[in-house]
């Protein structure tokens, strides 16, 4: 397109957002209306994309991290032919696809789901990575976002990472409108502040009017040209451009225009241009075939072996099995043991340093081009990064988050170290699979079987050395348990997990010498959780008795009562757990201090079926 044309294909851009809006009543159209002729330059001269085939290996691929902004994507499928009129103007309806902000769940030229901001580029990174790492493809990564969203930390973890990395393959484009949702944005239109920043992390900058097509054209060719570093383009535009009732005002984000037809009008009319997007160069896809054979990591009966280990291990033999398995840490790989993977397979190892949300980010951006990704660090360290966790469950993002140093088991490092809040949190992640082995075969079967899964999984690993309880060739189905003590005169169940399975387990030796018979059920899989084990153990003892390195809220007590919450009679439940705030004190007097060592599960096993022992 020349100059005029591309003009023009901005105002359909504006035209068709303002339309798409106005049809739903709700919606952003003023920040679509900002980024058209940015989004107009780029969809006609330098995305390579098949709308047809949009897991082609050599497409480009395009992250719009200001979701709201929606109405403009969606005038660009159109633009390109992807969707017709009629489709548009389904925006943010019941069923419809062109949702109020996008995800990969219902159109496949997403990449990832966005609007909750300052995600958009820490996932693009990821991809990035994919790309300039993994597949070496040639594709470039195009992310968009807005000038508010650069007040997110997460923007700059991304900022520094892309640098250190050489990302040359990765554009972002800010969409500086000065607006945000309730006034001007911390630096308005000064784009040299935020040139300073980026390149303060190590980025080419390029400053840019907005509006200005032909500009826009250049900006985008020299950053395909950089090398060895990301590009910013800095794009200084006007919220609501094209409208003098709207453009630049405050007040006006996230409605509808409040005269469509008017601001129609006054655009020039409905367009109906088409774009013959550029076709993406030929690649093949570089994902290495699966082995037929996965030979796990086998520990004897009676060893003391940690968990962490045992998935360190497990990993690593997985990366051999299967080639499509990548590993990424957050600088504890020492600790969470994901350094076995680097040693083996260095190329699918990615080191994120201390930054939580890019580790995450980046899982989320390497799943996206269908790689298998384990992020691990300290279980406790997850809670920086939940919103990208919240965020991957919307992009229906097949990752794997592994959680070391959980409880206070870790022992002398303190509540600071101490993942408590794992599980809960974990657990009401949409579609998660939560998984808390007791010994080393079970973390190594599972750990593999994780591979295999959809949506987040999340595996929770313990720092000590534990005694193997199962053999190597025990198999742990996910929504599983493990009995591992079972009578017939059975008193009370002790449900355990993780390091508490061993506290459980000498605590009913200790009351099966005093004549007391109780069952010990291994509640592995958290969620989805065995209700027909639990419920038969129920009925058969009458008397439930959790025990959890985590806090009382939402873990494993509440995992167990949720198998009772369809109308059936609950049963008496009591529930261990840690209730008070830790210090440091080693890990058998943490546990005892937290009222959930065997001492602790005998004394309560004892007050519930009424009995004292006679010594």
């Given at each position: 397109m020349d100059t005029a044309e591309l003009v023009e294909l901005g105002q359909q851009l504006r035209v068709d957002s303002v339309r798409a809006a106005d049809a739903a009543g709700s919606g952003h159209p003023t920040s679509s209306m900002s980024a058209a002729d940015l989004m107009a330059v780029l969809l006609a001269h330098h995305l390579r994309y098949d709308f047809d085939r949009p897991a082609h290996p050599g497409n480009d691929r395009f992250v719009l991290s200001k979701g709201h902004a929606s109405p403009l994507l969606y005038a660009a499928y159109k633009a390109a032919g992807a969707i017709d009129d009629a489709e548009l103007l389904t925006f943010r309806m019941l069923d419809s696809r062109l949702e109020g902000h996008p995800t990969p769940q219902r159109l496949p030229w997403v990449e990832t789901a966005t609007g909750s901001l300052g995600q958009g580029l820490p996932v693009g990174v990821g991809i990035a990575l994919s790309g300039k790492r993994l597949e070496r493809t040639g594709y470039r990564v195009w992310v968009l976002c807005g000038d508010s969203e650069l007040a997110e930390g997460s923007v700059w973890e991304a900022?520094?990472?892309?640098?250190?990395?050489?990302?040359?393959?990765?554009?972002?484009?800010?969409?500086?409108?000065?607006?945000?949702?309730?006034?001007?944005?911390?630096?308005?239109?000064?784009?040299?502040?935020?040139?300073?920043?980026?390149?303060?992390?190590?980025?080419?900058?390029?400053?840019?009017?907005?509006?200005?097509?032909?500009?826009?054209?250049?900006?985008?060719?020299?950053?395909?040209?950089?090398?060895?570093?990301?590009?910013?383009?800095?794009?200084?535009?006007?919220?609501?451009?094209?409208?003098?009732?709207?453009?630049?005002?405050?007040?006006?984000?996230?409605?509808p225009l409040p005269d469509a037809d008017a601001a129609i009008a006054e655009l020039g009319g409905p367009r109906d241009l088409r774009v013959q997007v550029r076709e993406p160069v030929a690649a093949r896809a570089l994902h290495s075939v699966r082995a037929d054979h996965l030979e796990l990591p086998r520990y004897d009966r009676g060893d003391d072996v940690s968990?962490?280990?045992?998935?360190?291990?497990?990993?690593?033999?997985?990366?051999?099995?299967?080639?499509?398995?990548?590993?990424?840490?957050?600088?504890?790989?020492?600790?969470?043991?994901?350094?076995?993977?680097?040693?083996?397979?260095?190329?699918r190892y990615f080191e994120c340093y201390i930054a939580e949300q890019q580790l995450v980010g980046a899982a989320v951006g390497l799943a996206a081009r269908g790689w298998v990704p384990y992020a691990s660090t300290f279980a406790a360290f997850f809670t920086r990064a939940y919103d990208f966790i919240r965020m991957a469950a919307v992009s229906g993002a097949g990752i794997n988050?592994?959680?070391?140093?959980?409880?206070?088991?870790?022992?002398?490092?303190?509540?600071?170290?101490?993942?408590?809040?794992?599980?809960?949190?974990?657990?009401?992640?949409?579609?998660?699979?939560?998984?808390?082995?007791?010994?080393?075969?079970?973390?190594?079967?599972?750990?593999?079987?994780?591979?295999?899964?959809?949506?987040?999984?999340?595996?929770?690993?313990?720092?000590?050395?534990?005694?193997v309880v199962y053999g190597p060739d025990e198999k742990f189905p996910v929504g599983g348990s493990k009995v591992l003590r079972f009578s017939s005169r059975d008193r009370l169940t002790v449900v355990a997990a993780g390091v508490t399975v061993h506290e459980a387990l000498a605590a009913v030796d200790a009351l099966d010498r005093e004549g007391i018979q109780v069952r010990v059920i291994d509640l592995y899989s958290v969620k989805p959780v065995d209700r027909e084990t639990l419920r038969q153990a129920a009925e058969d003892t009458g008397c439930l008795l959790t025990v959890e390195d985590h806090h009382p809220e939402g873990g494993i007590g509440d995992a167990v009562l949720d198998a009772f919450l369809?109308?059936?009679?609950?049963?008496?439940?009591?529930?261990?757990?840690?209730?008070?705030?830790?210090?440091?004190?080693?890990?058998?007097?943490?546990?005892?201090?937290?009222?959930?060592?065997?001492?602790?599960?005998?004394?309560?096993?004892?007050?519930?079926?009424?009995?004292?022992?006679?010594?």
């Open positions: 900022a520094e990472h892309a640098a250190y990395e050489h990302l040359d393959n990765l554009t972002l484009i800010v969409d500086v409108n000065r607006l945000g949702q309730r006034g001007p944005t911390r630096h308005g239109h000064d784009l040299d502040a935020y040139a300073r920043r980026f390149r303060a992390f190590g980025w080419h900058t390029v400053e840019v009017d907005g509006h200005d097509v032909d500009a826009v054209d250049r900006s985008y060719s020299e950053a395909a040209s950089t090398h060895r570093q990301p590009t910013v383009i800095l794009a200084r535009t006007l919220k609501g451009k094209g409208v003098a009732s709207v453009q630049d005002r405050e007040g006006l984000h996230g409605k968990t962490r280990d045992a998935f360190g291990q497990a990993l690593a033999t997985l990366g051999s099995a299967r080639g499509d398995v990548v590993a990424l840490d957050g600088e504890v790989g020492d600790s969470t043991r994901a350094e076995f993977f680097a040693k083996e397979h260095p190329d988050l592994v959680g070391s140093h959980a409880g206070v088991s870790i022992g002398q490092d303190g509540p600071s170290q101490m993942g408590l809040e794992d599980l809960a949190m974990m657990r009401a992640v949409h579609g998660s699979t939560v998984l808390y082995p007791c010994d080393a075969n079970q973390t190594a079967r599972l750990v593999a079987t994780t591979a295999g899964l959809d949506g987040v999984r999340y595996l929770r690993t313990s720092r000590g050395a534990g005694p369809d109308g059936r009679p609950v049963p008496r439940l009591v529930r261990l757990a840690v209730r008070t705030m830790p210090g440091s004190a080693s890990p058998a007097e943490q546990l005892h201090a937290a009222g959930i060592d065997a001492e602790s599960i005998a004394a309560a096993g004892l007050l519930l079926v009424e009995t004292a022992i006679v010594r």
